[in-house]
């Protein structure tokens, strides 16, 4: 259940397009860390299973049954995004 912590990616489609932020907000809280850095898009840093975050996401209020999501675990990342999120990917962290 708890293991090493380590980013997990989490991505919805909404059906109605209308995320429940705030509650997601609260569900996060729960990670060690976590970042939104696209209307759709959060970055946790965690050592729970994500079978874990699976459930405690699907359980969230306002997260519909239509409603999909998918977590994925990941150490190696590039791209290009707002010098806030790059700034919070490296920031010092309890391993």
């Known amino acids: 259940m708890t293991g090493k912590k380590r980013f997990v990616h ?7 397009d209308n995320p429940p932020v705030d509650a997601l907000k609260e569900t996060f809280n729960k990670a060690v860390d976590w970042i939104r850095y696209e209307p759709h898009s959060w970055i946790l840093y965690t ?45 010092e962290r309890e391993p």
Do not use: C, Q
């Not at 989490?10 to 109605?16: A, C, I, P, S």
């Not at 699976?54 to 190696?76: C, H, W, Y």
């Open 47 to 91: 050592g729970l299973d994500l079978d874990v975050w699976r459930d405690r996401i699907r359980n969230t209020p306002g997260i519909e049954k239509v409603d999909s999501f998918f977590l994925a675990e990941f150490s190696n990342y590039s791209g290009y995004m707002r010098d806030s999120v790059w700034t919070w990917l490296h920031k």
């Open 10 to 16: 989490v991505g919805f489609k909404f059906e109605d």
